[in-house]
Nanobody
Framework: QVQLVESGGGLVQAGGSLRLSCAAS????????MGWFRQAPGKEREFLAA????????YYADSVKGRFTISGDNAKNTVYLQMNSLKPEDTAVYYC?????????????????????WGQGTQVTVSS
């Protein structure tokens, strides 16, 4: 049984910061990457950031580049998302995910189809 537990969500004013954490546990043969996505009401799930464990490469969506930073601890299968300069449009449920698929093409971890395990989500609300 694989479990991903996110934490760190909450209510913050515009311009503020939050740090999300996600710890994966259970029988995971090998994690190649972990990523963060979000979904706002009435919208599709959106890629935010990903980090690969083999080389530590990071990928970001243009909408969060320069404001969000992904980091992680390979040994603990834990990933973080530091979110700065938050905007009301960042309000959404934030999900972390684990990919056990090796992908070498640029941008391949930006698609949710490549992820095998998902957390339950944590709500982030940014007030104006």
């Amino acid at each position: 049984q694989v479990q991903l537990v996110e934490s760190g969500g909450g209510l913050v004013q515009a311009g503020g910061s939050l740090r999300l954490s996600c710890a994966a546990s259970g029988r995971i043969f090998r994690t190649y990457a972990m990523g963060w996505f979000r979904q706002a009401p009435g919208k599709e799930r959106e890629f935010l950031a990903a980090i690969t464990w083999s080389g530590g490469s990071t990928y970001y969506a243009d909408s969060v580049k320069g404001r969000f930073t992904i980091s992680g601890d390979n040994a603990k299968n834990t990933v973080y998302l530091q979110m700065n300069s938050l905007k009301p449009e960042d309000t959404a449920v934030y999900y972390c995910a684990v990919s056990i698929v090796q992908c070498v093409g640029y941008g391949c971890y930006e698609t949710s189809d490549l992820y095998n395990y998902w957390g339950q989500g944590t709500q982030v609300t940014v007030s104006s």
